[in-house]
């Protein structure tokens, strides 16, 4: 299983990013998928998540009404559509799959992930 996350780079305040994560190699038949993001000397923390069946959605406070998620099922990845950027968004952002039944709280939970990508840079600045 390859989760392959690409879109991070350098923006300045205000500005727009989308994140793709495409898998590859994988077995489960339903399956939720995920961000996450890190800021430097900070632990890891959620950022969104959409289920497999009803495309249910779930953010942090601090992201909702900026940020989107979706997916697209024939081509097995997840977007992470990224708006009115803040210096606060400065992190390297993760994309995780799980084959956890999804709730709101399973699908907030870093444990509840079976699979990581390996991060793209997000670097908001002027």
């Known amino acids: 299983v390859q989760l392959q996350a690409s879109g991070g780079g350098l923006v300045q305040p205000g500005g727009s990013l989308r994140l793709s994560c495409a898998r590859s190699?994988?077995?489960?038949?339903?399956?939720?998928m995920a961000w996450f993001r890190q800021a430097p000397g900070k632990g890891r923390e959620f950022v969104a998540a959409?289920?497999?069946?009803?495309?249910?959605?779930h953010y942090s406070d601090s992201v909702k009404g900026r940020y989107a998620i979706s997916r697209d099922n024939a081509l097995n990845t997840v977007y992470l559509q990224m708006n009115g950027l803040k210096p606060e968004d400065t992190a390297v952002y993760y994309c995780?799959?799980?084959?956890?039944?999804?709730?709101?709280?399973?699908?907030?939970?870093?444990?509840?992930?079976?699979?990581w990508g390996q991060g793209t840079l997000v670097t908001v600045s002027s």
């Open positions: 190699g994988f077995v489960y038949d339903d399956y939720a």
């Open positions: 995780a799959v799980g084959s956890m039944y999804y709730t709101r709280e399973t699908a907030t939970k870093e444990t509840s992930y079976d699979y």
């Open positions: 959409i289920s497999w069946s009803y495309f249910i959605t």
